[in-house]
């Protein structure tokens, strides 16, 4: 990234947070639904109960992020709202920028400066332990992830190649994006996921209606304190190492080494720097988020990882790209 060098550069980045407040009033409006076919204000009205005046200024706002296009019969999607933001398209993606980006990370960052300061009287919330404690709060959290893993698990499944693979633990797998998108990729696995409680619940509704029940089993608890199965073929560690206090994780990765077989495939997915630190930025305000409520995590790269990893006595080790500028995986074997 070049250094900036104009005032005009830095107000960017400083009125930034209007530009997604915008996006989510507009989700939170479900407006991208309405706008697949060009729509005049005057329509949106009637159908929103939002007086005309309030409602131009909003579009106007969208049409200048280019989130939407103002034509002579009104307002349209662009390519991108249309096949992200409407909720009948595909590929939607919504619910996730509705509930975990606007209604819990945005409000965390509140509570950045008190995690800089290590004040931990007054962070975000306790821990990420202590938000899943909260059924309603675990329900929302877990939807959304849900909506925003979709993705990169599919585009997991088509980067690594788990063909022989018969088990499969997700640790704090969540939803069950992760293991729901492998099980329908490779019929011969069957998977494990441990999470919290009230977000195993909600796994449980995923799991079920991807007709994967018998095959996706759900254990309740921290994966911090829960015993892992033994003998696993791949055991996945998916946004785990960046969620969790930097001391924590060599007990993650102990645990990751006694739950493989001989010869198994730990994957560690998560937001990773560059080896040198340089960014990208958009990882590193993955980290910076964490903060807010984990005032003891760390950022680190595919080399950290590798590093830890090859100390733990892993063996080929390699990594790449999941999620451009922003998510890598480490792949590494048990010794046979």
């Keep these: 990234m070049e250094p900036l060098t104009d005032v005009s550069d830095v107000s960017r980045i400083a009125y930034g947070f209007i530009g997604s407040k915008a996006?989510?009033?507009?989700?939170?409006?479900?407006?991208?639904?309405?706008?697949?076919?060009?729509?005049?204000?005057?329509?949106?009205?009637?159908?929103?109960?939002?007086?005309?005046?309030?409602?131009?200024?909003?579009?106007?706002?969208?049409?200048?992020?280019?989130?939407?296009?103002?034509?002579?019969?009104?307002?349209?999607?662009?390519?991108?709202?249309?096949?992200?933001?409407?909720r009948d398209a595909p590929a939607y993606f919504g619910d996730y920028y509705r509930f975990q980006i606007d209604r819990q990370i945005y409000p965390a960052l509140e509570h950045l400066d008190a995690g800089?300061?290590?004040?931990?009287?007054?962070?975000?919330?306790?821990?990420?332990?202590?938000?899943?404690?909260?059924?309603?709060?675990?329900?929302?959290?877990?939807?959304?992830?849900?909506?925003?893993?979709?993705?990169?698990?599919?585009?997991?499944?088509?980067?690594?190649?788990?063909?022989?693979?018969?088990t499969l633990l997700d640790v704090a797998g969540g939803s069950g994006a992760f293991s729901i998108t492998l099980c329908k990729r490779y019929p011969e696995?069957?998977?494990?996921?441990?999470?919290?409680?009230?977000?195993?619940?909600?796994?449980r509704r995923y799991v079920s209606g991807a007709g994967l029940s018998d095959r996706i089993g759900l254990l309740g608890g921290n994966a911090l304190e829960t015993d892992w199965p033994r003998d696993q073929d791949v055991v996945l560690l998916s946004y785990l190492l960046s969620a969790v206090k930097e001391r924590e994780i060599p007990t993650l990765i102990e645990s990751g080494y006694r739950s493989l077989?001989?010869?198994?495939?730990?994957?560690?997915?998560?937001?990773?720097?560059?080896?040198?630190?340089?960014?990208?930025?958009?990882?590193g305000q993955w980290f910076l988020q964490y903060l807010a409520y984990q005032p003891d995590a760390c950022s680190f790269s595919a080399a950290t990882v590798s590093d830890l990893l090859g100390g733990y006595g892993f063996v080929d080790i390699s990594s790449q790209v999941l999620i451009a500028e922003i998510t890598k995986i480490v792949l590494c074997k048990k010794p046979l």
């Design 23 to 86: 996006l989510f009033a507009a989700l939170n409006l479900d407006l991208f639904s309405r706008l697949q076919t060009p729509r005049d204000a005057a329509d949106l009205e009637r159908e929103l109960g939002v007086p005309v005046h309030r409602l131009e200024t909003l579009l106007t706002v969208l049409a200048s992020l280019g989130l939407i296009v103002r034509e002579e019969a009104g307002f349209r999607n662009s390519p991108a709202s249309g096949r992200y933001l409407a």
């Design 116 to 166: 800089l300061a290590g004040d931990v009287e007054n962070l975000a919330f306790e821990s990420e332990a202590g938000l899943m404690d909260d059924p309603d709060e675990a329900q929302a959290f877990s939807s959304a992830q849900h909506a925003g893993s979709l993705g990169p698990a599919l585009a997991f499944a088509k980067t690594v190649d788990l063909a022989g693979a018969r």
């Design 189 to 203: 696995m069957t998977a494990t996921i441990i999470d919290f409680p009230n977000v195993v619940d909600v796994a």
């Design 261 to 283: 077989r001989p010869g198994g495939l730990l994957i560690v997915h998560d937001f990773m720097l560059e080896d040198d630190h340089d960014g990208p930025a958009l990882a």
